[in-house]
């Protein structure tokens, strides 16, 4: 099962997931970060820019890879992942900008990105920590309802639910692209440690649906059930429908302080 750690809000959240991610990458120089996009995780990454900046943590070898990316955005588009992960992970973090992959959304090589992006996380040795927020539709990474638990990097189509979520970082939601690259459920489930996060009533269903319903291609986050090591944090409000939350809490109040998430 997944340890879910319920916090008070957003801040709090970003703080626990940065400090996890600050002893890794005090461990390894060279970690390799598994990135999302979205809203969720930006108190992750403010957190994590103080906490480099004010300990000192040496990030120039540290290496990433996005979940996912637009497809069909022109090159250079503010909402196009790469730029998404240049403007709020690799300048504020301080990061070495040709260690950091965003899977490639250009239709022109589109049948060959999904396998070399693959290869590429293959050869880095695998992801360390990957950080994911869920959509309402209970997607990780893009892999909407229906996505197989073992796929790989792959172009999927959006859901409108999802478009409709996303239409507020375009000027319309005829702007937002209806195709993605996404690696797959099975590409997340390699990666060494899980860290999903969640806040507000909106991802309630979600987050019950991931943590404590039954595993299924129909809700792509309860995959994270069938990893070894997967961290959920979230505020009150996402945690709303938990029927175990109590339990949750009691687990952690009494958590070891050398356990870590
Ligand atoms: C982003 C991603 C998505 C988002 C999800 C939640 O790279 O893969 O799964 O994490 O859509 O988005 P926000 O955080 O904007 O609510």
Request: charged share 20%.
């Amino acid at each position: 099962m997944a340890e879910v750690v319920i916090v008070r809000d957003e801040e709090e959240a970003g703080e626990l997931a940065a400090s996890a991610i600050a002893d890794l990458l005090r461990a390894r120089a060279d970690a390799v970060l598994g990135l999302a996009t979205g809203s969720t995780p930006l108190s992750t990454y403010r957190a994590l820019a103080r906490r480099i900046d004010a300990e000192g943590i040496a990030v120039a070898g540290v290496r990433g890879f996005a979940l996912d990316e637009y497809v069909g955005l022109p090159a250079g588009h503010p909402e196009g992942y790469r730029q998404v992960i240049t403007r709020e992970v690799v300048e504020p973090l301080g990061l070495t900008p040709e260690l950091i992959r965003v899977p490639n959304g250009d239709p022109a090589t589109i049948r060959t990105a999904a396998e070399a992006y693959e290869a590429a996380i293959d050869a880095a040795g695998g992801v360390d920590l990957q950080v994911l927020g869920i959509g309402r539709t209970g997607h990780i990474g893009f892999n909407e309802p229906g996505s197989s638990l073992a796929s790989r990097t792959r172009v999927k189509t959006l859901t409108e639910q999802t478009r409709i979520d996303n239409a507020r970082f375009f000027d319309s939601i005829e702007d937002v692209p209806m195709h993605c690259i996404t690696q797959g459920i099975g590409t997340i489930l390699r990666a060494r440690h899980l860290v999903l996060l969640a806040f507000g009533e909106a991802k309630a269903e979600a987050i019950a649906a991931a943590v404590e319903g039954p595993v299924s291609a129909s809700q792509p986050g309860s995959a994270i059930q069938l990893h070894p090591h997967a961290t959920v944090i979230v505020d009150e409000a996402a945690a709303s429908r938990l029927e175990h939350a109590g339990y949750y809490r009691h687990a952690w109040a009494n958590k070891p302080d050398w356990q870590g998430i």
